[in-house]
């Protein structure tokens, strides 16, 4: 089963979205969620069947249909696949989970949901670049709906503004894809990799179209500036679970694209150079932009949602130097802040969902009233800010170590300018909880009752952190065998 | 000169235009559609061969067009027709909503 | 949309079941013209947006009713799943053909590209009709 292992990692999560919809017509209560909750279990083994081979650094080839590239679509699971589908399949359990305890989630959300982790895995382990197009399209389709699923107005505005600036990056991106279809004859990344230094030599300019293009795509995708004002709006409009996917997952596999971009193009160092710059400036507007907006803002979820702006700009510029630490550093940090973010949602939506307010300054003394989910917030932030010996330590570590490697003054400067100023914003969060006097509920308020899946998952998340800061070596041995698909 | 790639191309330059120039919401989606359209052909007439017959295999065809594009094609024109159909969707309650199809007079309204 | 005018009628009762047919003929011959599961698909979901658009939808509803369409949508995914897993059973990949060939030219000579074209062209006939159902019957 480990020979099928790639294709059955996507396809049940796909099959089973379409069997909540047949639970209707069984006479179990809670059908969907069973169903919800077995299938990503049955991914996530065999997913795990498949990490002998991987460690090990083969790389396992997968030809759907027993048709041989370029004629046919190739799935291929190296270190890089690998790890983010590792990703996705723990993170999207947990999501899960939290939404297990939820009621008023029906049928029509659980398959939403196990339809958009398909689309993730699909990405991550895919080695068509059509194919890629085809799986975003299914997780953005799906993220659009899940994330107006409360028929609120500002989600509806939030999610149409998302659909309108995605999709025409997407289209972009399919302009890309022709273009590089005309000059190598096939769609699979390998062929194409072997074909890009060639053309490089003749005709630099269709190469920078295409990386134009496509950095237009995934930095839409991963919240990259002048292209994240959908970020804040969707993220804080929607369901709490579903803003966790968006902010912990789905960020993460436009990086996941972009890093594979780079791989198409790594047979002009000379190019790569002055792409990885880009990446690294527009990473530092990014992280300004995050940093400074974060501060600014009154309501908890928009804060995160700029927050995640913020993190995501920490990343680009870890990935955009090249280096071999700039890689390690980016990827720790992707891991941890999946965890740490999809955690921070979780705490917030619990919080809203109990005191019904949505802005900090209205949360005073939350922590008298729900003492283990303030500590849990705590510890996130300490994490996210940084401190040891929470996880997020070592990955902003990694990324200060690797910006003086290359002793670029003014970088450094403005990471931990960044790094202050995250914990300038959850500080204020911080305080406004633990302040003397209690928030008052609105009279008419009732809250809704929280069970005890959504603490669970919470608490895992917080847990999850502390775990990987004190044993950082688990998540390194993930890490190196991507780093090594990067530079060889 | 004429060929499918540059009309292709100057599609999708005028569904790009629709999108940023536009303020009412219905015509914002049918530039999305124009440029997916424009996609399609320009993706479709890099595929062509010139003097080329239809891509299906009958005995006694010697020059056929090449069929990938098409295949492909066919599977991003569906996504197109998924995506235009949502966003109608979402364009219908936001206009129960607001009672108006104009984006900055939606957006001001926060 | 009570006054319809009874040529519009009349012609449309007549014509459905002969677009529902060429509909059919679409998908199945995918492999022999131009045609397909996603081709066929929509001339079969817009014969049913043709009848619900000149008869009324309360009407089309009684014959074609949204939860049987709506399961036909969902057993119609499942079916092609499993159809990529009977390849895994024989011992090959996933959504490989098994089927032996026919002779050039026929129906039968697709393997399995025919079954997968019928699946689809169901999947996506349902689904086009579904969604306009949903719009037509939003109520502000």
Not at chain 3, 45 to 51: E, M, R, V, Y
């Amino acid at each position: 089963m480990t020979f099928h292992a790639p294709i059955l990692v996507i396809v049940v999560p796909l099959l089973s979205a379409f069997l909540t919809h047949l639970t209707k017509y069984t006479r179990l209560k809670r059908g969907a969620e069973i169903v919800a909750l077995t299938s990503m279990i049955v991914s996530l083994f065999f997913l795990l069947s498949m990490s002998g081979p991987v460690f090990s650094g083969e790389v396992l080839n997968y030809d759907l249909g027993g048709w041989p590239p370029p004629a046919g679509i190739s799935l291929t699971v190296d270190g890089l696949s690998f790890f983010f589908s590792l990703l996705a399949v723990g993170v999207g359990l947990l999501i899960i989970v939290y939404s297990l305890g939820i009621y008023v989630y029906a049928r029509r959300y659980y398959s939403l949901l196990l339809i958009a982790l398909s689309g993730i895995l699909g990405i991550v382990l895919t080695r068509d670049i059509f194919n890629m197009y085809v799986f975003f399209e299914i997780l953005a389709v799906a993220s659009y709906i899940l994330v107006t699923y409360k028929h609120k107005t500002r989600a509806i505005k939030a999610s149409f503004k998302y659909l309108i600036m995605s999709e025409s990056a997407w289209v972009l991106f399919l302009l890309a894809v022709a273009v590089l279809y005309g000059l190598t004859g096939s769609l699979n990344m390998d062929d194409i990799a072997a074909q890009t230094p060639i053309i490089y030599q003749t005709n630099p300019q269709v190469i920078y179209l295409v990386f134009a293009l496509m950095m237009i795509a995934f930095g839409i995708k991963c919240g990259m500036f002048p292209l994240h004002t959908w970020i804040p709006e969707a993220h804080s409009q929607a369901p709490t679970p579903v803003s966790g996917l968006l902010s912990g997952l789905i960020l993460k596999v436009g990086l996941y694209a972009m890093l594979r971009v780079f791989f198409l193009f790594f047979g002009a160092p000379l190019f790569l150079r002055g792409a990885g710059s880009i990446i690294v400036y527009l990473g530092l507007i990014t992280l300004i932009v995050g940093a400074c907006l974060a501060l600014a803002q009154e309501e908890l979820k928009k804060l995160l949602a700029f927050s995640s702006i913020n993190q995501i700009g920490f990343i680009l510029i870890a990935i955009g130097l090249g280096t071999r630490l700039g890689f390690e550093g980016g990827l720790f940090h992707i891991f941890n802040h999946a965890l740490i973010k999809t955690g921070l949602f979780f705490c917030a939506g619990i919080i809203i969902s109990q005191t019904g307010f949505w802005k900090i300054g209205q949360m005073k003394g939350v922590w008298r009233k729900m003492p283990g989910l303030t500590a849990a917030f705590c510890v996130l932030s300490l994490a996210v800010i940084g401190i040891p010996p929470f996880n997020g330590f070592f990955s902003k570590m990694f990324i200060v170590e690797a910006v003086l490697l290359e002793q670029n003054y003014f970088l450094l400067f403005f990471v931990f300018f960044g790094i202050i100023m995250t914990a300038a914003y959850f500080f204020r969060v911080i305080q406004t909880f633990f302040a003397q006097e209690d928030f008052k509920q609105k009279p008419d308020f009732v809250p809704q009752p929280v069970g005890p899946f959504e603490h669970l998952s919470t608490y895992v998340f917080a847990a999850f952190c502390l775990l990987v800061g004190l044993f950082p070596g688990m998540v390194l041995s993930l890490i190196h065998p991507a780093v090594k698909v990067l530079l060889p | 000169m004429i060929n499918g790639v540059s009309i292709g191309i100057i599609v999708v330059l005028i569904g790009i235009y629709g999108i940023l120039t536009k303020r009412n919401l219905i015509k914002m989606v049918m530039a999305l559609y124009i440029m997916n359209s424009g996609v399609i052909l320009l993706f479709i007439s890099i595929g062509y061969v010139a003097g080329g017959e239809a891509a299906i295999f009958e005995s006694g065809k010697k020059l056929m067009v090449d069929p990938l594009p098409q295949a492909v094609m066919l599977t991003s024109l569906v996504i197109g027709l998924g995506i235009t159909a949502l966003a109608l969707a979402l364009v219908i309650k936001i206009y129960d909503e607001y009672g108006t199809l104009n984006a900055s007079r939606i957006l001001e309204d926060k | 949309m009570d006054r319809t005018s009874s040529i519009l009628k009349i012609f449309t009762r007549k014509l459905f079941s002969f677009i529902l047919l060429y509909g059919c003929y679409l998908i199945s011959h995918g492999h022999l013209s131009p045609g397909g599961g996603f081709q066929g698909g929509v001339v079969f979901g817009s014969a049913i947006i043709l009848l619900g658009l000149v008869e009324g939808v309360k009407l089309t509803e009684k014959r074609f009713r949204e939860d049987s369409l709506s399961l036909t949508k969902n057993v119609g995914m499942l079916v092609f799943i499993f159809l990529g897993f009977v390849g895994i059973f024989l011992g090959y990949y996933f959504l490989s053909d098994f089927l032996p060939r026919g002779e050039v030219g026929t129906v039968p000579s697709a393997g399995l590209i025919l079954l997968l074209n019928l699946t689809i062209g169901f999947m996506v006939g349902t689904g086009i009709a579904v969604i306009f159902y949903r719009i037509v019957r939003h109520k502000a």
